[in-house]
């Protein structure tokens, strides 16, 4: 079984809709991350959490919201959806070594 | 600010050796790690550079040079397999994310 895991993998919402992204690891890990990525714009990060009582916002959260259920879970949500949140959408987490990422296999979402 | 700088595309030939070059523009530096991506696919961990010099592991080696705030991916004995995306990010302290670079596209042809 995969150690870190995205649900759903594919994903087609209408612009305005709330959605959920959500992520699980079995690693044991303290550090999760939420990752966009866009064609030749790299890994942007959205959140981090560094243990389940911190959330932090990073370089563009704007229009997202992150919701730390427990160590292992770990939550996206698009609050009302718009066309160029379209991306692909990684979870990742580490341990205290945060050079080490384990990236899950990502959600590729379409916003109509 | 932070920056990061790596070429977007880069073209070797099956069975060369290629150097993908990064440097980087930050506050405060700990080190620089290098992630492969395939098409479709999640970045995977290669190496990290806490330390000036060469890591080697295998057929890829990982450099950092702290005074010129640059390091470089080697990839030698290049397969197709090795065709991917390769980002250099920079860890700026222990309590902080990495920073990723925009990426750099690897195409290894016969």
């Known amino acids: 079984d995969a150690d870190v895991t995205q649900t759903p993998r594919n994903r087609i919402t209408k612009t305005g809709k709330r959605i959920m992204l959500e992520c699980s690891q079995t690693?044991?890990?303290?550090?999760m991350y939420w990752y966009r990525q866009d064609p030749g714009l790299g890994l942007q990060l959205i959140y981090y959490?560094?243990?389940?009582?911190?959330?932090n916002k990073g370089e563009i959260s704007d229009g997202y919201s992150v919701s730390r259920q427990a160590q292992a879970k770990f939550s996206l949500s698009l609050e009302s959806a718009i066309p160029n949140q379209t991306a692909l959408y990684f979870c990742?987490?580490?341990?205290?070594?945060?050079?080490?990422?384990?990236f899950g296999p990502g959600t590729r979402l379409l916003v109509l | 600010g932070q920056s990061l700088e790596q070429p977007s595309e880069v073209t070797a030939v099956e069975g060369a050796i290629v150097q993908i070059n990064c440097t980087y523009q930050?506050?405060?530096?700990?080190?620089l790690s290098w992630y492969q991506q395939h098409d479709g696919g999640a970045p995977t961990f290669l190496s990290y550079?806490?330390?000036?010099g060469l890591e080697e592991t295998g057929r890829f080696s990982s450099f950092l040079s702290r005074s010129d705030s640059y390091g470089y991916l080697l990839l030698q004995e290049l397969q197709m397999k090795d065709s991917a995306s390769y980002f250099c990010?920079?860890?700026?302290?222990?309590?902080?994310?990495?920073?990723f670079g925009k990426g750099t596209r690897l195409s290894v042809i016969a």
């Open positions: 990742a987490t580490s341990d205290s070594q945060v050079e080490t990422q384990y």
């Open positions: 690693k044991g890990h303290d550090r």
């Open positions: 959490s560094f243990d389940v009582k911190d959330i």
């Open positions: 930050t506050s405060g530096f700990y080190g």
């Open positions: 550079n806490a330390l000036d």
């Open positions: 990010a920079v860890l700026n302290s222990g309590n902080t994310p990495l920073v």
